[in-house]
């Protein structure tokens, strides 16, 4: 059989498993809410037997982001947490996990949790810093997990370095690219052994399903994943599934339109005099503006910025601000503004977030499909009060 060459990352997002249904012809992959499956006879079980171990439309996502991501298989899990524990799960005692001290707030969570309740033993490291991850990858290391750009600060890392840098050290990499999702950035073409994602976010994109995916590089590794996740039972619902994979049709569109949106609103944000900064890797003043322009496709949809005046002042601003919805997620249709000291990283505790440097003042936007216009005089009128 001659190899074929995979049809562009746009092609496979708006095609994947259309026009395959054999039963009936139909042109959207049907829905398989079966838990069971009939034997074909004694000892002949079919493709699927039960829905924890297996089920077409978790098959059917799975596939289309392991191929968006470059990566051999994926598994679908019903949260983007349970992406991360179905890895964290299958460390031992013996272990060593590496986190950025800027990850996800849920993240640190889990892994402080875990660590804990003694399951591994963790470190967090400013992975900005090349002396602080080779002392902490010095202690001999399992799984490091790289997060960027960062929540919510934006931060941008060298994906390939530092791949490079955990390799050699023995350990396995994960990237979690739930911010820019496979049409910006490809972790495993920078060296990644797994990628993570909250499909929650950009790769559903509506705002209605909670999910995650966690894809690997390797077949084997791929494997091990699906069979843990039928072992401990972390598996994603068939529904959440099919409709995952059709938001993921519009990936490529709704993340081009919301990007080229963020860039005109920060670019405006940073002419406003009671904004002290603006934290997006898409302007020129960004410390991360060049890496992010070399290993990413686009510079996203989310952004943050810091206000004069602090918690007082964002009160006003979240009052009176239009357009955007205040509420906690990101990368969905509609436009969101969010708080993290008070919301997404308020499970962190004021030191980790004063060592992650989120203040009080400090607001995160994630841009939508809304005209610009309408989004600008919105944080205008927030901006007034
Ligand atoms: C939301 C999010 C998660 C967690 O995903 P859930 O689907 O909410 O469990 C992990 N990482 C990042 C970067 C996120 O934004």
């Known amino acids: 059989m001659s190899e074929t060459k995979l049809p562009a990352p746009e092609t496979i997002a708006a095609s994947h498993g259309i026009a395959t249904d054999g039963a009936y012809g139909a042109v959207a992959p049907p829905l398989y809410l079966s ?24 098959d059917m996502l799975g596939e289309a982001l392991a191929k968006l991501e470059g990566g051999a298989g994926a598994v679908i899990t019903s949260s983007g947490m349970a992406a991360l524990d179905l890895l964290l799960g299958q460390l031992t005692r013996e272990d060593h996990v590496i986190v950025p001290h800027d990850c996800y707030g849920g993240t640190l969570r889990l892994v402080n949790e875990r660590a804990a309740r003694r399951q591994f033993r963790a470190s967090i490291v400013d992975q900005s810093d090349d002396a602080a991850l080779g002392a902490a990858l010095a202690q001999g290391a399992a799984l490091v997990l790289i997060e960027s750009p960062s929540n919510p600060l934006m931060r941008v890392v060298d994906i ?106 920060a670019a405006w944000l940073e002419t406003q005099p009671d904004v002290r900064a603006v934290y997006y890797p898409g302007l020129a003043s960004h410390p991360g503006h060049a890496l992010a322009g070399r290993q990413q496709r686009g510079f996203g949809a989310m952004m943050s910025f810091e206000l004069e005046g602090g918690r007082e002042a964002v009160r006003r601003f979240v009052e009176a601000v239009g357009a955007f919805t205040l509420a906690e997620s990101l990368g969905g249709v509609e436009s969101l503004v969010s708080h993290p000291a008070t919301m997404t990283h308020a499970s962190m505790g004021p030191e980790a977030r004063a060592i992650a440097g989120i203040s009080d003042g400090l607001l995160r936007l994630s841009i939508g499909l809304e005209h610009q216009d309408d989004l600008i005089a919105g944080l205008e009128q927030g901006l007034k009060a």
């Open 160 to 265: 390939a370095k530092i791949t490079a840098q955990v390799r050699a050290a023995g350990a396995r990499s994960v990237v979690d690219n739930t911010f820019l999702s496979p049409a910006l950035q490809q972790p495993i073409a920078l060296g990644a052994d797994y990628v993570l994602h909250s499909t929650t976010k950009y790769l559903n994109g509506h705002s209605d399903v909670i999910g995650g995916a966690l894809i690997a590089a390797d077949a084997a590794d791929a494997a091990a994943n699906r069979a843990w996740a039928n072992t401990t039972g972390l598996s994603g619902a068939p529904f959440d599934s099919w409709l995952t994979l059709r938001g993921l049709r519009t990936l490529f569109p709704r993340i081009e339109r919301a990007s080229r949106t963020a860039g005109l609103i």
């Open 35 to 58: 838990t069971t499956y009939t034997f074909e006879g004694f000892e002949q079980p079919r493709t699927y037997d039960y829905g924890r171990g297996g089920n077409p439309n978790r």
